[in-house]
């Protein structure tokens, strides 16, 4: 099973699942399987910083779940720029996000409607009209947010790392456009391009599949 698939790419510009789910500020839900065993506090641990690059995962807070429970609790706290969200309860693939602390504000507010009923497009205006309306801050700098992705055959139990995972990579610089940046506002192959121009949640994305390599004397 390719993760590519799981994560759920979509030609016509709409990003992937768990993309949208974390810039929605809520965990994605997946069918659940009965007859999958929730994941233990310490696995999720494990588990959920693995989005992170190696250098952030000792330090970063985790959010996850307690035996049996579906609400999210703080699992363990840390002292880095990171906030990791374990996998859902039972779910296949496993999926997890970490995402920089600068955007929790927005991101708890997201989960705060989404257990108020809001849901999809309503939650997203609703949320963005609180953030124009300065009830909701937002990073002066751009955040990142890190994801992956993987079948749930592929996780090692004993280390949580994560066997043929993919993932992408977000970056959120809030009311950016394709003008202010420079980016397309729709895919390209290969490219970083910014989704939700102009909004309160833009943010460039870089997909899996990119495999340019910096030539000397380039950037800066």
């Not at 990579?169 to 390209?188: C, H, K, M």
């Not at 909004?199 to 950037?219: E, K």
Request: glycine letters at 10%; proline letters at 11%; charged letters at 20%.
């Amino acid at each position: 099973m390719r993760v590519s698939s799981l994560l759920s790419l979509s030609s016509a510009g709409t990003g992937s699942v768990l993309v949208l789910a974390l810039s929605a500020g809520t965990v994605p839900v997946a069918a659940q399987a009965p007859e999958q065993e929730s994941l233990s506090p310490d696995l999720q641990v494990k588990v959920a910083v693995q989005a992170l690059p190696e250098a952030f995962r000792a330090d970063a807070t985790v959010l996850g779940y307690p035996p049996g429970e579906t609400e999210l609790v703080e699992l363990r706290e840390g002292s880095g720029p990171f906030i990791c969200l374990a996998p859902t309860p039972g779910e296949d693939p496993l999926r997890s996000a970490c995402y920089h602390r600068s955007l929790e504000p927005f991101m708890a507010r997201g989960r705060e409607l989404a257990a108020e009923g809001y849901s999809g497009q309503e939650r997203i205006e609703k949320r963005n009209d609180e953030v124009e309306a300065g009830l909701v801050p937002m990073p002066s700098d751009p955040a990142s947010l890190f994801q992956v992705a993987a079948p749930r055959e592929g996780l090692d139990p004993d280390t949580g790392e994560l066997r043929d995972a993919e993932g992408l990579v977000v970056v959120y610089v809030p009311g950016a456009t394709a003008e202010s940046t420079g980016l397309p506002d729709r895919p390209v192959p290969g490219l970083p391009w910014l989704m939700d121009a102009g909004t309160p949640r833009a943010h460039i994305m870089f997909t899996p599949d990119m495999s340019l390599v910096p030539q000397p004397g380039g950037g800066g």
